[in-house]
């Protein structure tokens, strides 16, 4: 008899092992599927979702947010992955983001890749980072650091702006309260055209 009871205490632990796995696992999926972002606070959307292992791959994710100033933004990638033990941090492929400065113009990014952290709401950039604006500069660095929600932009790299009229290259760049402040530092080299002025009674 007390052979019996040992064996189906065996079985019933087995069982009841095996089943709060699963149910572990079950919950790590539903988890992953239905908030694969984690704690983001902000709109998400993504075509499809992949698990592989404890990383989450996102194709197409879009995700969007308000500044301090309410000013909106927007971030679209090709692809992102998500470790779900830090469900704050996603890794970005091929990202375009677009913002408004604070003198309403229109800018647009781009870089290869990057590391968005939704609860800081910042993301580093890598490799060939771009920066347009329809105010008509564009700005070019290797790397570079956003904080989305204070207007920010920092890169301690080279940084390369052009303009209509001119070229500034500096060492490092800082700008900061939605466009309105931005510091060249470090070896600066500016080159700046005038277009003459056509000389009085001039027909052209």
Known sequence: V???????V???LRKAILFGSLAVIAGIVAITLFDP???LPKEVSFETVRLDGSRVTLEAPRLAGYRQDGKPYNIRAASGVQDIRN???VELKEIEARFETNDQ???RLTAPGGVYNSSTEKMRLNDDVRIISDKGFDMRMRNADLDFRAGSVSSDEPVTVVSGNGT???DRLRVGDGGK???FEGNVQSVFTTTPEPAKGSDK
């Open 168 to 170: 500034i290259r500096a």
């Open 87 to 89: 469900p704050s941090v």
């Open 2 to 8: 007390q052979a019996r009871r040992h064996t189906f």
């Open 37 to 39: 972002f984690g704690r």
């Open 10 to 12: 065996v079985k019933f």
């Open 105 to 107: 113009a229109a800018v």
């Open 181 to 183: 402040r931005v510091s």
